[in-house]
């Protein structure tokens, strides 16, 4: 019997149930039960017992060799097809136009290898049957009979043959192509290696909606490339055609798109009109005597906040807070201002910012910048367009009056952490605006202290990247750090409480309070990262709304971010909201408001996975380039016990990082922490932190 269910098999039947036979198949003699329309006879055993009957004994004595030996030439097997193919002939299938005859059904098999042998051989009759259920193109099988095809049939077989046997050779040159995983020549590669190199892409980059075809699953499989997205990026880099620091969550967002030609102009456009005269600068204060300082980070580039102490003669000293004012430039509604709300935030990369306006206005006038004078001179005076905030504090960091000016700032010095801190600590006597703001301030976070804030403060390292090589930041909580830090809460707190008392709508942020460790369980842990772990734990998350409400971390009645107008789009729309007021107009109500920071989210959440994603890269290529590096750790909490998962921090790198950790680690266990798999292409950390 032949089997041609799966692939043709020759087969001995034992017994029938029904409609089914049993079967012997194969030389292994593999039983099974098949219909009998699965079965082709091939040649009948009368008067013999099948049950011990195997292809390869008596009377069979089949094997693969005899099989090959017993097909016929391909000339014997041409010339059949030639005799049976003839108008007329006894199997062409065709009726006879001149005397009506009935088409010939066909041969059976032995008629069939009687053309070319002996139809009592049952070695040549298995052997025809299998090459006819083969890759052949000479002859149809079908219900048991064998039709030679028409000469037009047999043409477009072979060409069909052609194409396959092209397309197979084509793939597997292909295959090699990749398997050598060299950099590839695209301008050389055809279009469907093109598209194959698209759908890797694809796949590398997260999305495997679409499946891989067959023939591009096995050429993975030949270079020992598994489908899924680790090793295909592996894969790609190896070809050229992945970079080995590409961010799938970056690809094919308006971060990765870039400003439009458009827009860039307009921003051109604004840069060359800021010095001019704008409609909104009637009634500015002129500030520009004031020495307002900025502290940021080196590379700061859009500087959108400052400070500035304005002595009084017989008061206290005055802190003013300087906020730049987009705004003035960018209106509301305009493409810029749809562009910029559409990003919703300036966007921090290990490589860079991308800022949320075009550089040239946020790099440039939009911000509280320092002028440059020609190449040598160092910088200059440049008037910049600010929102104001002057506050007195009484001796307990209360405030005792405040106020809120649009106005005109000079940036006379600009500090870096760095800087700020050291001249802090050496305390020269011509930085005393320096040394002012610092103790105003410093009197302000024990005012929050004494009414429950937390202070959380933490060492912080971040990945940053030269060219490809991954280097740790570490920023310390400094004091210039935390003076600067405060005073923009400060500003919070007093936008806030002012929006609160003219009754607009703003982008309030909440936070109901935590239920956080006992003294004395906090007491028993040692101060830093393990106390505050235990803290943070029993932190709600805060929220953003156009409620006002306490914010239970800062100590708050009400906060709204508002010192950032340059790098998030919310302090534009709060600055927009006291602008409206001031012009007459109405600013815009809760539902308008809650609507606008609905539309935000989204996009604030895509900055908030870009820029993980894109420090978890970093960091595991550091680690990458530290294979053999171990670092002191302290144990803070379990994440999942049950699979040994901790958080541990390590001072060294100021870092709190998932680990493999001891099984009964408590809180503050000193423990060393040790790389066990990295792979950066991968999406892979796995660290093991010891006793």
Not at 208 to 224: F, G, I, V
Not at 472 to 477: G, K, R, T, V, Y
Not at 535 to 543: A, D, E, F, N, V
């Amino acid at each position: 019997m032949g089997v041609a269910a799966e692939s043709p098999q020759l087969a001995i039947v034992q017994g029938v149930r029904g409609g089914r036979l049993e079967l012997k198949i194969g030389f292994q003699g593999r039983s099974n039960h098949l219909p009998l329309r699965e079965v082709y006879p091939i040649q009948p055993l009368a008067g013999r017992d099948p049950g011990s009957l195997r292809l390869d004994q008596s009377p069979w004595h089949l094997s693969v060799e005899a099989l090959a030996a017993a097909l016929p030439p391909s000339r014997d097997l041409a010339t059949a097809w030639l005799l049976m193919a003839q108008p007329g002939a006894a199997a062409s299938g065709k009726t006879d136009a001149a005397d009506g005859a009935k088409p010939n059904p066909g041969l059976d098999l032995g008629e069939f290898v009687e053309l070319f042998g002996d139809a009592a051989d049952t070695t040549q009759r298995a052997a025809a049957w299998l090459w006819l259920e083969g890759d052949q193109t000479l002859f149809r099988l079908r219900h048991g009979r064998i039709e030679a095809r028409s000469l037009q049939d047999l043409r477009q077989l072979r060409r069909e043959r052609h194409l396959r046997q092209l397309g197979e050779k084509q793939r597997l040159a292909w295959q090699s192509l990749l398997m050598v995983r060299q950099p590839l020549a695209n301008e050389s590669l055809s279009a469907a290696q093109q598209a194959d190199l698209d759908r890797l892409r694809q796949w590398a980059a997260g999305d495997c909606s679409e499946p891989l075809a067959d023939a591009l699953l096995r050429s993975l499989q030949a270079c020992r490339c598994r489908a899924e997205s680790g090793d295909i990026r592996h894969l790609l880099v190896d070809l050229g055609q992945w970079p080995r620091h590409h961010l799938p969550a970056l690809e094919a967002t308006t971060w990765e798109m870039g400003f439009s030609p458009e827009l860039l102009a307009e921003a051109d456009r604004l840069v060359a009109a800021a010095a001019s005269p704008m409609a909104s600068d009637v009634g500015r204060l002129d500030l520009t005597q004031q020495r307002l300082l900025t502290i940021d980070d080196e590379d700061t580039q859009d500087i959108d906040d400052g400070l500035a102490i304005e002595w009084r003669p017989g008061q206290p000293p005055r802190l003013w807070i300087h906020i730049a004012d987009p705004g003035r430039l960018v209106q509301a509604g305009s493409p810029l201002d749809l562009e910029a709300r559409r990003r919703a935030s300036s966007l921090y990369l290990a490589r860079g910012s991308l800022p949320m306006f075009p550089p040239q206005l946020a790099h440039g006038p939009m911000g509280l910048r320092q002028g440059h004078g020609p190449e040598g001179h160092g910088p200059v005076a440049q008037r910049s367009a600010a929102w104001s905030l002057w506050v007195d504090l009484d001796e307990t960091g209360a405030v005792v009056a405040e106020g809120l000016e649009r106005t005109w700032v000079q940036t006379a010095l600009r500090l870096s952490y760095g800087d700020a801190d050291e001249l802090i600590d050496l305390a020269p006597p011509q930085e005393r605006d320096l040394l002012c703001m610092k103790t105003l301030l410093d009197r302000r976070r024990q005012w929050r202290e004494q009414r429950g804030a937390l202070n959380l403060e933490d060492p912080e390292g971040r990945i940053r990247c030269r060219g490809d090589e991954a280097v740790l930041e570490i920023s310390e909580p400094s004091p210039s750090r935390q003076m600067v830090a405060e005073a923009m809460i400060l500003a919070g707190a007093l936008m806030a409480e002012r929006g609160q008392r003219l009754g607009i709508a703003l982008p309030f942020r909440t936070q109901i309070p935590g239920e956080l460790p006992t003294d004395s369980e906090l007491e028993s842990l040692p101060p830093g990262p393990v106390r505050h772990s235990a803290i943070k734990r029993g932190l709600s998350r805060g929220q953003l709304g156009v409620t006002p409400g306490p914010h239970f971390s800062l100590a708050l009645d009400a906060y709204v971010q508002a010192t950032s107008p340059i790098r998030r789009y919310g302090d534009l729309v709060t600055q927009r909201q006291f602008e409206a007021l001031r012009q007459g107009t109405d600013p815009l109500d809760e539902a308008s408001l809650a609507s606008l920071l609905s539309e935000l989210e989204t996009p604030l959440r895509q900055v908030q996975q870009i820029s993980r994603e894109d420090q978890r890269h970093w960091q595991q290529v550091w680690f990458e380039q530290h294979p053999q590096g171990q670092w002191p750790a302290l144990f803070l909490r379990w994440l999942r016990q049950d699979q040994r998962l901790g958080l541990v921090w390590a001072e060294d790198l100021a870092m709190t990082l998932a680990a493999e950790c001891p099984p009964r680690s408590q809180p503050a266990d000193v423990l060393l922490l040790r790389i066990q798999q990295v792979d950066s292409l991968r999406d892979v950390l796995k660290l093991q932190a010891v006793a």
